[in-house]
Every structure is written in C-alpha cells, then in structure tokens.
C-alpha cells in the first residue's frame, strides 16, 4: 500500500449535525453501498448505524469503522457518535486517526458537543476540515457558523467554498481556489455540473476568495509575496499552502453544503485527498519499555518491528474483535506478537478489514492501516508489537463516571448471565464501570450520563435476555481539602519481635484548579532521612485510604501530599510500616484540612422557542444553577447554557417537555466537581450514615 494515497479519518460532531448521514453519502459516492438509507425513517437505517438500538432511536452508539477508494486513495473511515455518554467512542477514534471531519449545524454551529469534539482533537493534535451542514435548512448561516468557529473554538478558519443560496434556496457550492461554481443534479446528487459564478455572487465570491488567499498568506511567506503585489496565485500553490497549514493544526479549512440534499459531499471527499494528512506526515512517539521517559518515533514502514494499538474492543458471538491502528511495520495473519502491558504472546489467527458490521477476511495489513483481530485477548488501549518489551504508546484519556445506579437481576437465576454481560461491557467500554456496594452487597454500575446506563441495561435485556430491576440513580460525589495542614505522624508499635515504625512530615493541600491530576504525591526528604525504598510504600499508604473520605466515604480527590521529612529505624521499619503510617497520618490530618463535598456540576444545553426562555430559565435557577450564555437565533429558537449541579437533573426531561409543550430539548455533559453548599453537605452525610445503618441492618 502507498501511504501517500492512505487517509485514516474520522467524523464527528455535536449531536444531530448529520454525521451519520454525511458517512452515508461518502459510502454511497465511492461505491461502497448501493443505496442511501436515511438514519431516520422507515427504511433499515444508515449502514454505519448497524445496532437495533441505533436504528430505533436514529442515534449513533458506537463508532463503526469502514475502509472506501476515492480516486485511488484508500481511506479508512470511522463514524463517531454525537451524544456526550458515548464520548470515549470519539476519544479512542481521535487517538488513532490522521485526521478529521468536524461536522457542523448550518442553523445551530458550533454546539455544546462540536466543544468537546474540538477539545478532544486538540488532545491528540488531530488535524481537522469543517464542513458546514444542513444549509439547505430554514435559519441556516454559514457566515455566523463561521463566526462560532473563531470565536467558541478560536479556530484560524480558512473558508474554501460559500453557498449558493441557502435554506430552501439552497443550490451548490462556489469553490474559491478555482472560481468554479458547482451543482448536484441527478436524484442522488451524483452527476456534478461545474458553471461559471452566477452574476449576482460574482462580487462575494471575490471578497471571500481574497479573504481566504489573506488567511493562507499568514502561513506561506511565498503567497503573502503574490497577494501584496497582487500578481496571480496559482492553485497548486493555495493547495500547498492549505494542506501544510491544515496538518500542523493551526488552520481550519471550511466546506459547504447539505449531506441530506447530496450536495457537496463529493468535493469535501476531494478536500480530504488533499489536504489531510497520511500516515507519512504524522509524528508518533513510542515510550521505551525499560525507560518510559525516554520515547522514539515510530516510522510507518514495514521492514521495521511491528507496533500497533488495539485501540477499541468489542465481543461478538465469534470472539473478541480488537479494532487496532498498525503504526509501524506490517502484521500478517497465524503470526505471534507482545502485549506490551501483560508480556504475554498472542497468535493473530485471523485478519478482518471492517465495513460497519460486515467484514473482510485479510492476509496482512501494513503500517498506517487500520484493521480488526479476531479473538486475541487483550484490554482497550493495549500495545502490541513484534518484540517483546519494545515499546509502550502513550494510552488514551478516560474520563470519570458521574453517575451511577443499581441493577438487580429481577429472576436471581439469571445472576451468571448478568454477571457475563456486565463482564463484558466494562472490558468494551473504559468508561462504563461496575462494582459491587460493600454495604448493601448490590451491583452498582456506573457512567457518564441517564442515556449511557439506559443503553446498556437495554442491551442486557435484549442480548442477554436478562430483565433487569433498576435503582433511582445516584450521584457520585467526592471529598476535598479546603486548606493546607501541616502534618507530623508517627507509628511506633512493639510487638515482641520485629516491631513497626514510621514516621513522616510535611503538608496535604488541595491542588490548584486547571490541574487535571486528583491526586499528586512529592518527596522532598533528603539526606536519607528516610530510605529511598520506603517513599513508594508511603504514597502507596495515602493512595490506598484516600478512596474513603473521613466525611461520607466518598473518594477524596484534588489532593496534594508533600513529605519533606521524617525518620526510620533500622530493624522496625519496613514497606507495610511505612503504609499503615501514611493511612493513620490521613485519618488524623485530612479531617483538619476542613474537607467539604464535591458535586458533579452539568454543562446544560437548553434549546427551546423563544417565549418558553424566561420559564425554563427561572426553573434552572430554582435547581441551583446559572446561566453560562444565552442567545436567540433567527429562527426564534433560544438556546441558553446553564451549568446545574447533577442531583437536581434526574427529571429534567419530564419537567421540560410539560414547560415547553413539548419543544425544548436538551442535552448534558460533565463539566466540573464543585463544592456543595453546607445545608446539602449535611443531608448527604447524614444520607450515608442512614443507608449504613439499614446496610448494617
């Protein structure tokens, strides 16, 4: 395969921006299937969109991966999913891609989701084409679109095509690089005609294309020469420029149209070929195994050792299937390769290139692909490689549940099964966590939102054939340190023989907000004061005891311990000597630190008619929250951000429906832990203390 003409690429977007219908058409453009489905109606749903889950609520789950030739350039595609729940689906993708599509609403722009998309690309320095959606729809802008983009994402946008017409006017595009107007005719949109600019556009498309060639001038030295004296700039050299700017990520080049009209999708794919990078022109770095702070690049070449990244995983009724990105040299099928993590081997007997649901049997595939393993058994985010203890990449970002429930299987014969579905989940999913309540024995589970545990407590009933009893949910709360204490413990304990002693010095603060850390560990002893082999066995001591905080055992967090002294006895110390003295200098110190409660606080996206706005707003104050931003479109829908803690949001959707008659919609997602005020501390604690009491009972 010749990585020049290989694109690893990913869709996503905000929820409802028409990702799923946009991966539609390329499938359809390219010859992959042979017939549009729509992602709502009575058809059998979009191709990518391959659950019985998905196609019933015409929303997407998990992301599917497919590969397509678009005038012989292989691309790997995968279609991520919109809604906040299923984020580390467009984590885990974004961690392995090249490059990607961000999707926008023509009428709504840049959206609670298209943020966190954008965070999450930045992350992983993924470099990314907009494409402007949805214009054929009433209220659509793609100048305020635009506007969004530079000032929500501060995105330097470089605008390649404006419309012609919008809303029901809504025609074709105008490419700028060669001031060429085309349209979509046929009934899928597949014959393109290519004209002149219409007269009446003649003028804004001149404008637009000299402030696009003034947006290219910032990165070519060369095109800023042509422009200030004014002579003519070749296209070549705009496409040069463009793909260079785009790569290193700072620019963000725009498109136009409408996936559900069939118009512009053939051009956004051309702009794909050429300004997203391949394999070839994206740096990868390995940590050395006997040094991680020591990394090397990985090159995309095959007579290298084999390194990749088994990066999603998920069960199916043949085995594990272990969706991984090869990053240097090539794998071959019946061959044994390293888990980087466990040491251990592992034969990859089977190969599959996959097509949404269906797959494809391979004998090899080479760096820069993208391709399945059948029944290797191995963990989200595992490394794999041809030598043992070569290399480690670094794993993905996963976020902390803020939500949980209890799930009791309603026929006890049933437990095993649950038990084997629950199992299973967990390994597909990192953020999706289970584990089982000490004091009232139940199974809890846990995850980023009400429509990610409704989704798999569906999928147990229906896969599993397990009826499922469900708990009102409950919020994950966290214990915190509102000052800095200065600490000074001992343990000396003698027993007849060996005894224990410990002793430490220093601070426990909280860390500063911005740090992502929740819990950070420093050594500041020295002279050997305390041996160095006993420092781990301290920080392991604090790390063990602080998953229980001392005001209503919820998991401390946001916690900086620093040891800047201590002592040790020859024959009494010892690792567990030293731990347990970390433990008893946590119960009597953290308490000092006037600790409070830490809630989960929602970043609420509230989209409704205008003259429901003052209603639905009061009703969010009164579930103590605030107004974030509020603005009325055109269209007279307002759409206001709130950021509400998550205990008051259990019934929100009931509550919103019967205020706005039934036209607001909303969607959530985690935004940050945040004190609790002291009257609803005391009825948390006391909470606690009575379901410990019925727990005992």
């Known amino acids: 395969m010749n990585l020049e003409q290989v694109r690893n690429i990913g869709i996503s977007a905000h929820i409802d921006s028409g990702k799923t219908t946009l991966s539609e058409r390329i499938l359809y453009y390219a010859g992959r299937i042979h017939r549009i489905n729509e992602v709502k109606g009575d058809g059998d749903g979009a191709f990518m969109d391959n659950m019985d889950l998905e196609r019933e609520r015409g929303i997407t789950i998990a992301s599917a991966a497919t590969s397509l030739q678009w005038k012989g350039t292989h691309i790997n595609l995968i279609d991520t999913p919109g809604h906040v729940d299923f984020t580390i689906e467009v984590e885990r993708s974004l961690r392995v891609l090249d490059g990607a599509i961000l999707v926008l ?73 060669q001031m060429k107007a085309y349209y979509f005719e046929g009934k899928e949109g597949d014959e393109i005609r290519e004209a002149e600019v219409p007269a009446e556009l003649l003028d804004a498309a001149k404008t637009a294309r000299q402030e696009m060639l003034e947006a290219l001038a910032m990165y070519s030295d060369e095109l800023m020469e042509l422009l200030l004296a004014e002579e003519p700039i070749s296209e070549e050299l705009i496409h040069k420029v463009t793909r260079s700017a785009c790569i290193e990520s700072n620019a963000t080049p725009v498109f136009m149209g409408s996936a559900f009209k069939n118009k512009g999708v053939q051009l956004l794919l ?81 190969l599959v290139r996959m097509h949404s649901d269906k797959r494809e049997e391979i004998d090899a595939a080479d760096a820069g692909d993208i391709i399945a393993v059948m029944g290797i058994d191995c963990a989200s985010g595992d490394t794999f490689s041809s030598e043992q203890n070569y290399c480690s990449l670094e794993s993905m970002y996963v976020p902390d549940p803020v939500i949980k429930q209890a799930v009791i299987p309603a026929d006890r014969a049933n437990a095993d099964k649950l038990a084997k579905a629950l199992q299973r989940f967990r390994k597909e999913d990192p953020t999706f966590q289970v584990f089982t309540d000490s004091e009232t024995n139940e199974v809890i589970i846990a995850g980023m939102g009400q429509l990610h545990l409704e989704i798999y407590v569906e999928r147990i009933r229906r896969e599993y054939k397990v009826d499922l009893e469900v708990g009102d949910p409950k919020v994950s709360y966290r214990e915190s340190a509102g000052k800095r204490v200065n600490f000074d413990h ?119 008619p205008e003259h429901f706005q003052g209603a639905v707003t009061g009703h969010i104050i009164s579930k103590r929250g605030l107004v974030v931003s509020s603005e009325t479109g055109s269209d007279g829908i307002a759409r206001m951000t709130f950021e509400v803690p998550l205990a008051e949001l259990f019934s929100y959707s009931g509550e919103l429906r019967n205020m706005t008659q039934g036209q607001g919609s909303f969607e959530m997602e985690f935004a940050h832990y945040g004190k609790t005020p002291s009257n609803i501390q005391k009825d948390i604690i006391e909470a606690k203390k009575a379901s410990q009491l019925v727990g005992a009972h």
């Open 105 to 177: 609403c023509g009428v709504g722009g840049v959206q609670s989701q298209s943020l966190t998309v954008d965070r999450q690309m930045k992350r992983y320095h993924v470099p990314r084409l907009a494409f402007i959606n949805k214009l054929d729809r009433t209220g659509a802008n793609y100048k305020k679109v635009c506007n969004d983009l530079k000032v929500k994402l501060k995105a330097d946008v470089v605008v390649m095509q404006i419309p012609i017409g919008q809303e029901t006017n809504h025609q074709g595009v105008i490419d700028l690089v």
């Open 270 to 350: 051309d702009a794909v070929v050429k300004y997203l990078p391949t394999p070839l022109d994206r740096a990868i770095k390995a940590k050395k195994y006997d040094n991680p702070e020591e990394t090397f690049p990985l090159v995309p070449e095959t007579d290298k050792p084999f390194v990749g990244m088994a990066f999603k995983i998920v069960d199916d009724p043949f085995g594990q299937l272990t969706y991984t990105r090869v990053y240097q040299g090539r794998i071959k099928k019946g061959e044994l390769y390293f888990n980087q993590r466990t040491g251990k081997k592992e034969r990859f007997s089977r």
């Open 490 to 608: 001992k343990r000396k304990k003698q027993t007849g023989g060996s005894g224990q002693y410990g002793h430490i010095k220093g601070y426990m603060e909280p860390i500063e907000d911005g740090v992502e850390e929740n819990f950070i560990f420093e050594s500041k002893v020295v002279q050997g004061r305390i041996p160095k082999e006993y420092i781990p066995s301290i920080e392991k001591g604090f790390r063990a005891i602080i998953d229980k905080g001392p005001l209503a055992e919820f998991p401390v967090v946001k916690l900086r311990v620093v040891i800047e002294d201590g002592s040790y006895h020859d024959v009494d110390s010892s690792d567990m000597a030293f731990q347990l003295t970390s433990q008893e200098c946590f119960r009597e110190y953290f308490p000092q630190t006037s600790p409070s409660i830490l809630e989960p606080i929602m970043k609420v996206t509230v989209e409704c």
